[in-house]
Each structure stands twice: as C-alpha cells, then as structure tokens.
C-alpha cells in the first residue's frame, strides 16, 4: 500500500528537521529524480507502487544520469539540484527522503534496491548492512 502525501512528507520533514512542508517536498523531488536514474525494472516500479503518486511519478521518470553514482557524487549531484545546498546540507536531505523511502519499501524490497546500488547507499538509507 502506498503511503500518503501528507505521511510521507511529515517523515521527511521530521527527519530533516525541515521547518516547511515545502522545504521536504524540494528534497523529496530532487532525490527521488536522481534515485530512480539508478534503479530499472521491477525495483523500481515496486518502488514507485509504495510511494504517494506524485513522487511515484518522479521516480519513473527519473533525471539521467549516464553512470551509477557513488554515494559521494549522488549527495554531490544533489547539492547541485537544490538552490543554496551545500553538500554537508544536501547529505541531510539525501538521508532524510532515503530513509523514509527504506520504510515505504519495506525490508526485502530495500535489500533488492541495495544490489542495484553502487557500495555504501545503505548508509544513506539510514540501513548499514554488515560487509
């Protein structure tokens, strides 16, 4: 079952400490862009299924991205799409959307999206797996 708008971006905005809505909504856009650049198939479109429909949307029509990004270029890339971002702050919003998405997906699903990941994005779902 997907979440709700309201839900979804309360959890963001909680968890980056976001003072708006709005602020969670920017974060939440940018990086599930960039997220779904980096995930194809049925993980993402399993994905897509848990999230509110207008981040659904974004995540399956992704921005481009010509390679996977390493953890540190994905934040980097972030901190690009945001306006006044810096990537201390971009790494905070990164983790914020990412881990709300880890709840929406639940475990399995989350463990499916992290073999389509370069290294160390489980670290940015806020879910550190054991090497």
């Known amino acids: ?52 429909e207008e981040f659904s949307l974004i995540l399956l029509n992704p921005l481009q991205s010509a390679e996977p990004l390493t953890p540190q270029r994905f934040v980097r890339a972030t901190s690009a799409w945001i306006d006044g971002a810096t990537e201390a702050t971009a790494a905070w919003d990164v983790s914020a959307v990412l881990s709300t998405a ?20 489980d670290l940015l779902f806020g879910r550190p797996r054991p090497t």
């Open 1 to 52: 079952m997907a979440w709700r708008r309201e839900a979804f971006l309360e959890h963001v905005r909680e968890r980056g400490e976001y003072e708006t809505l709005n602020e969670a909504e920017r974060a939440a856009r940018v990086v599930l862009a960039l997220l779904g650049a980096h995930l194809v198939g049925g993980v993402r479109a399993q994905l897509a299924a848990r999230l509110p």
């Open 102 to 121: 880890a709840d929406a997906a639940g475990e399995d699903l989350l463990g499916q999206i992290l073999l389509q990941l370069p290294v160390g994005y």
